[in-house]
C-alpha cells in the first residue's frame, strides 16, 4: 500500500497586510456589492479592521465567481460605484449574453471624455496636475485639470467647426505627449472615433491602419524625440495625407518647432482658449475608439471597442484591481501604437494624475524609467517584464539607489514576468512592493487577469483572474483544467470585447479570430494554468505551440530558463513541422555582447533546460543570430518566423510593416532555403 504525498504549497513572496485590505477599493466595493446588489457578504475576522476578509482569498474568490455568474447585477454594481453619470439610464445591464453579440445597457447613454475629465470640477482639484509630462530630459511639466479641460473643451469646439460629426474618424500620428491625450479626449467628446499610430511607425505601416477607417482629420507632429535624438517626420506625414483622400483636415503639433506645412492648422490656435468642453451624449455600443493588431500576416485587425464598455472595464480595472484613485499617480511606460496608451489615459477615469513619458525607455541609462518614477512620485509604475530583466542583467539597483517610497506597485506586462523577475523586484526595489504581472491583449483593451490588492503574490504567477472575466483553462474537447495547461477561454462576454472589426461587414474575421475553436466561447490564443489556489500562469501564444511527443510546452517557459543564463541577451524558439512528418525545435539566441556560441555555451544552456523543465524542452539545435526580430510593439514574431523556416515566402509570411527590423527575418528566410527545409515548393502556402 502507498501513501499519496502533495508536494507542499508554496509561500508567497508577498502578502498584503490588514491595513492595507482594508483600506482597498476593492474591500470597500466588495462589502458595497454585498448590502446594494447581493454579492457574498464579506467573511470577517473577529478584532480585525472593518471590512477585512477572515480569508482574503477565499472572500475574493466568492466575489469573482459572483461577479461572473450575476454579470447584470456585478455590472450594475460597478456603475453605480463609480458614479458613471448615463445621460438616459439603460436596463437591464446586459440584455442578451450571448457571444458575439452581447448588448450592454441598451438605451443607455453616456460620454467616456465627461467622465475622464469630471475630477477638474470636484473640489480644491481644478489646479492639481491631470497630467505630469516628461520627455528624455526628465523634466516634468504639469498639466491642471482646468487646463486640460480648456484644451479639450477648445478642440472638440474646433472639430465640431470642421464638421466632424459623431461617429466620424480622427486619426492620431503622436507620441506620448499631452496634444495626444487632448485629441483623443476631444474626439471622444464629439462622439467621433479615435485612432492613433506611434510616429515611429513609418508610411506603410500608418497607412496598412488608418486607409482602413477613412480618416476626416489627422493630427500630427512634424517629429519626435528617441534616444537623443530628433527624427524628422515631414516627408512620412506628407505621404499620409496624399495616401488618405478622406482628410478633410491636416493639424500639425510642432514637437520640432517647425511650421505647418500649407494648408494644415495649427495646434495652438485650435486649442488656446478657455473653453468648457461640451459633451455629445452617445448610446452605450458607441464606437469609443479603433485599435490594431499587430498585423504581422496581413492587413492589421482594426478592432472596435465602445465608449460605455471601455468606461466600465476601465474604471473596474484602474480603480478597483490597480486601486487606483484621487491622490495616486500612474506611470506606464508606453506609446501611442500600443493597447496600454489608451488604458492609462483611463487613469484620468478615476482622478489619477496620468504620468506620460516621450522618449526611449532605457536613455541615458537603463534605469531611466526607475528615475521617473521617482521623479513623477508614481503610485504604480507599469513596464514590459523585459526591462525588468533587462534592470535585473544590468545591475540596477532602484532600492538603493532612489526614493521610490511612493511607488506601491509595479506592474508589468507584453510578456510574461519570468521568478527571476519577481525576485529582482522583490528584493532591488523593495521587499514590501506589491508586484502585480498582468495578462490581457489589445482584443479586450484590458486584462484578462493579474493585479489584486487584497491577495498575496507568488513566484512567477498572477495574482488572480480580474471581476467580471470567467477565465477558464480548456482541453482541446472544452473541458475546464486546473494545475494543467490548456487555452485561454473567456466563457461570458465583458463589456469591452470588440463590438467588430472596422473591415468586417458580416462579422467573418471577428469569429474566426475567436470563436471558432469554441462556438460562443472568447479564445484568446495563449496558454494557460488555472492553479488550485487560484492564481494563473501565462505560458505563450498557443498558435505558436511547441508539441513534442504529444506534450504542449509554453515558449515563454524556455524564454525563462535561458534568458537567465548572462550569456543570452534574448532568445525565439520555435516548434516546425515538416512535410515528412518530422519536427525540428531549434532554439535561436542573441548573445551577449562578447560572447561566442560554442559547444560549451550549448551545453550549458541544454543543462539549464532539462534540469529547470525537462528533457522534452531541450532544443534539437541552437543557433545564434543577430537580432530577434518583433512586432512594432514589442512581442516576438514566432508564428511568422515559423511560417517562413516552413518554406513560405517572406512577402506572404509576415506584413513587413508590421516588423520592427525586416533585416532580422531575412536570416530566417536564408535558413530555410540553404537547408531545404521543404521539398515540396507549395508547402506553406
Known amino acids: 500500500m502507498t501513501t499519496e504525498t502533495h508536494a507542499p504549497a508554496p509561500e508567497p513572496l508577498w502578502r498584503p497586510d490588514p491595513e492595507r485590505i482594508a483600506a482597498a477599493r476593492l474591500t470597500r466595493f466588495h462589502a458595497f456589492a454585498a448590502q446594494r446588489y447581493g454579492a457574498p457578504s464579506p467573511r470577517l475576522r473577529p478584532g480585525a479592521p472593518p471590512s477585512v476578509p477572515d480569508d482574503p482569498a477565499a472572500g475574493y474568490a466568492a466575489l469573482h465567481h459572483w461577479s461572473v455568474t450575476a454579470l447584470d447585477a456585478f455590472w450594475r454594481a460597478v456603475a453605480d460605484w463609480f458614479a458613471v453619470d448615463f445621460h438616459t439610464p439603460g436596463e437591464p445591464a446586459l440584455a442578451d449574453p450571448a457571444m458575439p453579440g452581447a448588448r450592454w445597457f441598451p438605451g443607455a447613454t453616456l460620454n467616456y471624455a465627461e467622465h475622464a475629465l469630471r475630477a477638474g470640477l470636484e473640489p480644491g482639484r481644478a489646479d492639481a496636475p491631470a497630467l505630469l509630462c516628461?520627455?528624455?530630459?526628465?523634466?516634468?511639466?504639469?498639466?491642471?485639470?482646468?487646463?486640460?479641460?480648456?484644451?479639450?473643451?477648445?478642440?472638440?469646439?474646433?472639430?465640431?467647426?470642421?464638421?466632424?460629426?459623431?461617429?466620424?474618424?480622427?486619426?492620431?500620428?503622436?507620441?506620448?505627449?499631452?496634444?495626444?491625450?487632448?485629441?483623443?479626449?476631444?474626439?471622444a467628446a464629439v462622439g467621433a472615433v479615435w485612432t492613433s499610430c506611434a510616429p515611429d511607425f513609418g508610411a506603410r505601416s500608418v497607412l496598412d491602419r488608418f486607409a482602413q477607417v477613412e480618416p476626416v482629420v489627422l493630427i500630427t507632429v512634424d517629429g519626435y524625440r528617441y534616444g537623443g535624438k530628433e527624427h524628422d517626420r515631414r516627408e512620412t506625414v506628407a505621404e499620409l495625407r496624399r495616401e488618405l483622400p478622406t482628410l478633410r483636415a491636416v493639424i500639425h503639433v510642432p514637437l520640432l518647432g517647425t511650421r505647418a506645412p500649407q494648408g494644415a492648422l495649427e495646434w495652438a490656435e485650435l486649442t488656446g482658449g478657455a473653453i468648457e468642453p461640451e459633451f455629445t451624449a452617445v448610446p452605450f455600443d458607441h464606437p469609443l475608439w479603433v485599435l490594431y493588431s499587430s498585423g504581422t500576416t496581413g492587413l492589421p485587425k482594426a478592432i472596435v471597442q465602445s465608449q460605455g464598455g471601455i468606461l466600465l472595464e476601465h474604471l473596474k480595472q484602474l480603480g478597483l484591481h490597480c486601486d487606483l484613485g484621487p491622490g495616486d499617480r500612474l506611470f506606464w511606460y508606453t506609446s501611442t501604437g500600443w493597447m496600454m496608451w489608451n488604458f492609462l489615459v483611463s487613469g484620468l477615469l478615476t482622478g489619477t494624475t496620468v504620468v506620460l513619458y516621450d522618449g526611449s525607455p532605457g536613455h541615458p541609462a537603463v534605469d531611466a524609467q526607475w528615475r521617473i518614477a521617482e521623479l513623477t512620485r508614481a503610485t504604480v509604475f507599469g513596464t514590459s517584464a523585459a526591462y525588468v530583466m533587462a534592470c535585473a542583467k544590468a545591475g540596477v539597483r532602484p532600492g538603493r539607489d532612489l526614493d521610490l517610497s511612493a511607488t506601491r506597485c509595479v506592474a508589468t506586462t507584453g510578456s510574461p514576468l519570468p521568478p527571476d523577475g519577481f525576485r529582482w523586484l522583490?528584493?532591488?526595489?523593495?521587499?514590501?512592493?506589491?508586484?502585480?504581472?498582468?495578462?490581457?491583449?489589445?482584443?479586450?483593451?484590458?486584462?484578462?487577469?493579474?493585479?489584486?490588492?487584497?491577495?498575496?503574490?507568488?513566484?512567477?504567477?498572477?495574482?488572480?483572474?480580474?471581476?467580471?472575466?470567467?477565465?477558464?483553462?480548456?482541453?482541446?474537447?472544452?473541458?475546464?483544467?486546473?494545475?494543467?495547461?490548456?487555452?485561454?477561454?473567456?466563457?461570458?462576454?465583458?463589456?469591452?470585447m470588440p463590438l467588430?472589426?472596422?473591415?468586417?461587414?458580416?462579422?467573418?474575421?471577428?469569429?474566426?479570430?475567436?470563436?471558432?475553436?469554441?462556438?460562443?466561447?472568447w479564445r484568446h490564443g495563449d496558454w494557460i494554468t488555472l492553479t488550485s489556489r487560484g492564481t494563473v500562469v501565462i505560458h505563450g501564444r498557443s498558435d505558436s505551440t511547441l508539441n513534442r511527443q504529444g506534450v504542449r510546452m509554453g515558449s515563454a517557459d524556455i524564454y525563462e530558463v535561458v534568458e537567465r543564463l548572462p550569456q543570452i541577451g534574448e532568445s525565439l524558439v520555435l516548434g516546425v513541422e515538416q512535410p515528412d512528418g518530422g519536427y525540428w525545435m531549434p532554439l535561436f539566441v542573441r548573445l551577449a555582447e562578447g560572447v561566442v556560441l560554442d559547444d560549451a555555451l550549448r551545453t550549458v544552456i541544454r543543462t539549464a533546460l532539462r534540469e529547470q523543465l525537462s528533457p522534452r524542452h531541450v532544443p534539437d539545435e541552437i543557433l545564434a543570430i543577430d537580432a530577434v526580430p518583433h512586432t512594432l510593439t514589442g512581442k516576438r514574431l514566432e508564428v511568422p518566423v515559423k511560417r517562413l523556416l516552413q518554406g513560405t515566402p517572406l512577402e506572404k509570411a509576415v506584413n513587413a510593416g508590421s516588423v520592427d527590423d525586416i533585416g532580422a527575418l531575412r536570416f530566417f528566410e536564408r535558413l530555410a532555403r540553404e537547408r531545404a527545409i521543404v521539398s515540396d515548393p507549395d508547402y506553406g502556402e
Open 134 to 187: 516628461l520627455d528624455e530630459r526628465q523634466q516634468p511639466e504639469p498639466v491642471s485639470w482646468t487646463e486640460l479641460r480648456h484644451q479639450v473643451g477648445s478642440l472638440a469646439a474646433a472639430l465640431r467647426r470642421l464638421g466632424v460629426r459623431p461617429g466620424d474618424r480622427v486619426s492620431g500620428y503622436l507620441p506620448n505627449i499631452p496634444q495626444a491625450v487632448v485629441a483623443l479626449l476631444a474626439s
Open 500 to 521: 467588430r472589426f472596422w473591415n468586417d461587414p458580416d462579422g467573418t474575421r471577428y469569429r474566426e479570430s475567436y470563436f471558432d475553436t469554441y462556438p460562443g466561447v
Open 426 to 496: 522583490h528584493e532591488e526595489v523593495d521587499p514590501g512592493l506589491w508586484i502585480a504581472s498582468v495578462s490581457g491583449g489589445t482584443d479586450v483593451c484590458s486584462c484578462f487577469a493579474g493585479a489584486v490588492p487584497t491577495l498575496p503574490v507568488y513566484l512567477g504567477e498572477l495574482q488572480a483572474p480580474c471581476l467580471g472575466t470567467d477565465l477558464r483553462s480548456w482541453d482541446p474537447a472544452g473541458k475546464p483544467l486546473v494545475d494543467e495547461v490548456g487555452e485561454l477561454v473567456v466563457t461570458t462576454p465583458m463589456p469591452s
